[in-house]
């Protein structure tokens, strides 16, 4: 989702600090100072006296990680207390004026009418297909794909299994019966382009440009499922008039999606995947969470979805560490050698640190952060996995599973990234293209609406709330690699930039 070049004083803003600037490296250093102070009070401490947070910053989030690993309490009061910072520090502008996200979200209304847009497309929901390397895999093709990527170290069982279901249920992909919400409908790695092939209502969230609606309608058209649109002016069910007059900002129009999305009485799935650079992703992403809490606690009912990055810190099982542990030390001499060498900056042995947590389960701490991604990005993925724990541990159904490293439009346009990943298989890590990274994890997304059993389901049985991350995680290897990533991060990027991929 892009943004059109709105003032930074419109709709939901960061507070301003003392100087009077909006400070997205001050807020979110403090929200994450909050978050552990309910755990850790010298760890916030020691965040909130960090000096160079944009560079500091992942050995902090490996520390709240750590903290949070201890106990299921101490998880879960780790993602109440961040969601409260966070909320409460939030302000929402309208014309020069500022109110608590609170107040704007209590204000009802909306000048929205709802567009409907049946596709026209094979009535019959598609089997799951997954584009890979100028292929399109299917059935028994799917399933040899998955033991290869098993067999890498590229995704956990527990993934493949979901995949597996999906093909075993070919039923499950009629989704027919579920309303879908999109908060930025045309991401890239959304999974709007499945839904669209398997019967499911859409409700498509995405700003009012006609170039984004003409691709979504496009989308549409081509399957077989109904689109579900805010409409202001034009006709609510002709196509032409769907792209040229539909659509609703996330930031300037938050108070009035939640009152839109809540008119309907059937149940809702809301997925959150719109993205943003720097400090408008913090505030992208805390509008799609205020929208899902905010619907959430007028529909209980609901579901909420939303992908993990792989490129963060995580409590991991303790198989995965040990699995880590085994590729390091059949190392060869040559990464061993550049990590003496390097005094330990280069080739360091990957999940170094394991947390016994209360009742004896052990977890490693799988450090899969990108520095040059920044603070920004961290916070607002961060944000997701607190929502994810706090929201089902309310008794909500939650789907959010980590997805595979992808090469999609932000990341690529960073140089030193794009160059990594181009390497990034010589280290044992696979970059995803972005349309199948999305197809895998929409399969993922119908498994957890479908499968009773799945951990997005709160009344299947979580031995700790971390869990839930860890269940289902394509992470590309990142996790299960002999070396921590940021420790050759700078070589693959070297190997990338002159073709040695």
């Known amino acids: ?58 050995a902090h989030v490996h520390r709240l990680v750590a903290a949070g690993a201890a106990s299921p309490g101490a998880a879960q009061a780790i993602a109440r207390a961040g969601l409260d910072a966070l909320h409460g520090r939030l302000r929402f502008a309208v014309e020069g004026r500022e109110s608590t996200l609170d107040t704007a979200l209590a204000a009802r209304g909306h000048d ?38 098993l067999a890498a170290g590229m995704v956990e069982p527990s993934f493949a299994a979901m995949v597996r279901w999906v093909i075993d249920h070919p039923d499950a992909l009629d989704l027919s019966d579920q ?47 109904t689109l579900y649109a805010p409409l202001r002016g ?32 059937l149940p809702l799935t809301i997925g959150a995947y719109a993205y943003l650079d720097g400090a408008l992703h913090v505030r992208v992403s805390a509008a799609m969470d205020a929208i899902q809490a905010a619907v959430l606690a007028r529909r209980p009912g609901s579901t909420l979805a939303m992908l993990a990055t792989p490129t963060d810190v995580y409590a991991v099982p303790a198989e995965v560490r040990a699995a880590a542990h085994a590729r390091f030390a059949a190392r060869g001499v040559g990464a061993a050698l550049a990590g003496t060498l390097s005094g330990g900056r280069l080739m360091r042995r990957n999940v170094e640190v394991e947390v016994v947590a209360e009742g004896g389960a052990r977890y490693g701490i799988a450090d899969s952060a990108v520095v040059q991604q920044g603070p920004n990005y961290a916070l607002a993925k961060r944000l997701q996995q607190w929502r994810a724990i706090d929201a089902r541990a309310a008794g909500a159904r939650v789907s959010i599973h980590v997805a595979p490293p992808a090469t999609t439009f932000s990341v690529v346009k960073n140089k030193l990234l794009a160059n990594a990943y181009r390497a990034a298989i ?30 997005a389901n709160p009344a299947t049985a979580l031995g700790h709330p971390l869990e839930l991350l860890m269940h289902g995680a394509a992470h590309g290897g990142l996790w299960r690699i002999a070396h921590q990533p940021r420790s050759v991060l700078p070589l693959a990027a070297v190997l990338g930039s002159v073709g040695l991929a």
Not at 134 to 143: E, K, M, P
Not at 205 to 225: E, F, K, S, Y
Not at 252 to 264: F, H, N, Y
Request: net charge negative; charged share 25%.
């Open 1 to 58: 989702m892009s943004h059109d070049p709105a003032a930074e004083d419109q709709g939901l803003v960061i507070p301003r600090g003392p100087d009077g600037k909006r400070s997205s490296i001050a807020f979110g250093r403090a929200v994450f100072a909050d978050a552990l102070r309910a755990v850790d009070a010298e760890g916030a401490a020691a965040i909130a006296a960090e000096r160079d947070w944009h560079a500091r910053y992942p």
């Open 112 to 149: 929205w009418r709802v567009a409907r847009l049946a596709g026209r497309g094979d009535p019959r929901p598609a089997p799951l297909e997954v584009p890979y390397r100028g292929t399109a895999l299917r059935g028994d093709a799917i399933l040899r794909q998955l033991d290869a990527w």
């Open 179 to 225: 309303r879908i919400a999109l908060l930025g409908a045309r991401a890239e790695m959304g999974p709007l382009p499945q839904l669209a092939r398997w019967r499911a209502q859409v409700v498509a969230i995405d700003l009012p440009r006609p170039a984004i609606w003409r691709r979504i309608v496009a989308d549409i058209d081509a399957g077989n499922a």
């Open 234 to 265: 034009g006709s609510s069910e002709d196509a032409d008039a769907i792209a040229a007059h539909a659509g609703a900002d996330l930031l300037a129009d938050t108070p009035g999606i939640v009152d839109w999305l809540c008119e309907s009485d």
């Open 426 to 455: 010589r280290f044992g890590v696979e970059a995803f293209e972005p349309r199948t990274a999305a197809a895998l994890m929409a399969a993922c997304l119908a498994h957890d609406l479908r499968n009773p059993q799945a951990p």
